[in-house]
Structures are given as C-alpha cells and as structure tokens.
C-alpha cells in the first residue's frame, strides 16, 4: 500500500465550468495497485498555486499524480511547477508515456510532462483527457510500486524479466 494525491489542474474545473473527469479515474486505476488516496484537489492553472500544493504534499504522500496542463498551451504550466520544486529528475516515465501515445496519435509528441521525486514523493505529471490518462497510466503502473519503494530507501534489488 502507497499513499497518493491527485491534482487536477484546469481552470475551467476549479471554476466549476467542467466536470473532473481525469483525477476520479486516476484514482479508481491507482486503486487497483495498491493506492490509497488520501488527497484530492482542483486547481486553477497558475505556476505558484501548483507549487505551493505540489510542496505542501510532498513527503506527506507517496506519489503525486496531476492530470492537465502538459500541452503547449500559455496557460499549461505543470511541468513548469514541477521541475521548479524536484530534486531529481526521472525522464524514462514521460518518455514511455509519450512513446505509448505517439503508437495512437502523433499528438502525443507535443506533451510536455514531467516526472520527478521531491524528498520521499514521486511526482508525476499526466495529460488532461481521461482516455490519455488511462493509456499513460497503463504504460507506467508496472513500475510504480517499485519506485516509490526504491524513492523511500529500499535496498532490495529489482526482479529482472528476460
């Protein structure tokens, strides 16, 4: 078990103008590896908003998931935030999220997504729409336990496949 917070980030859904669709899914997939959601916010796409709330979770959560704001859009600033408060950086997540989605559309070069470890938490930016959330969570679940596992300190080795 991981403890996790989901950070939808639109500013149409933090105005009440659009449903959630994306952070309620996100937490119904993470459910079935073992997550529990212990925080869930909508935010408006504003860069110090979203730090100010990727910080205050952080080392209070295992894993971070935000959903919105990845595309180059003026307003899409999560990645932004995002690289403005991690430590270290972990580039093969969004890279196999966005070779995953190149496979279904060539929209998916554009995504801008981020992934990294601040302290003991696991940030991970994913995009807005529910279906992409779901083919980018397919692609990185795998590895998510052993992730977080490995960000908390654990010295066990990996299982190697092949």
Do not use: Q, W
């Not at 959601?37 to 504003?46: G, M, Q, R, T, V």
């Not at 952080?58 to 919105?68: A, E, M, P, Q, R």
């Not at 859009?73 to 989605?101: C, H, N, Q």
């Not at 470890?117 to 991970?124: E, F, R």
């Amino acid at each position: 078990m991981f403890t996790v917070a989901v950070l939808t980030l639109s500013d149409k859904g933090a105005k009440g103008k659009r449903k959630d669709e994306s952070g309620p899914l996100i937490g119904k997939i993470i459910k079935k590896i073992g997550g529990k959601i212990i925080s869930y916010d909508i935010l408006p796409d504003e860069k110090a908003l979203i730090k100010r709330k990727l910080l205050s979770l952080c080392n209070k959560v295992d894993l971070i998931l935000t959903t919105g704001g990845t595309g180059p859009s003026p307003r899409d600033v999560t990645p932004e935030a995002t690289l403005e408060i991690i430590t270290r950086e972990i580039p093969g997540i969004p890279e196999a999220m966005r070779y995953k989605g190149l496979r279904k559309t060539p929209h998916a070069m554009i995504s801008r997504a981020v992934a990294g470890v601040k302290g003991k938490t696991l940030i991970i930016n994913l995009p807005g729409s529910p279906s992409a959330v779901k083919e980018n969570l397919e692609v990185i679940l795998p590895v998510l336990p052993h992730a977080i596992e490995k960000i908390k300190g654990s010295k066990k080795e990996c299982a190697r496949i092949g």
